[in-house]
């Protein structure tokens, strides 16, 4: 996702809303929502703020700022840019974390057998 208004639309339909919906919800039209999320308007600091409140998302990403977080693990670094890991629990991103390193020790030990 390249911009913000991309981002707009796609965390409100992955959290259900419809345009009207989320519009009423930060207090714009519709008009101006839809004009965010085709790039031809960007919301305030203020509006921006109320976006990322209602879909239960941080500004950093919002604005589509990739943060590594402190105790972030490295493997999860690898599936960061990865579409919809970071709406997986913490348990079903460790499961597939696991399941990619046996994979990986297993290519790895048949490779050396060669």
């Known amino acids: 996702m390249s911009n913000i208004g991309n981002r707009i639309k796609h965390y409100r339909t992955l959290r259900g809303y419809s345009q009207k919906e ?34 239960e998302i941080s500004l950093d990403d919002l604005n ?9 693990e490295p493997d999860a670094l690898m599936f960061r840019d990865k579409a919809g890991f970071d709406e997986l629990s913490p348990e079903e991103q460790q499961e597939i974390m696991d399941l990619v390193n046996d994979q990986l020790d297993f290519l790895i030990e048949r490779k050396k057998k060669k």
């Open 22 to 55: 989320l519009a009423e919800k930060i207090g714009v039209s519709n008009v101006v929502l839809s004009r965010y999320e085709s790039s031809h308007r960007t919301p305030d600091n203020d509006t921006q703020i109320k976006i990322a409140d209602i879909l």
């Open 64 to 72: 589509g700022r990739k943060v590594k977080k402190q105790n972030e």
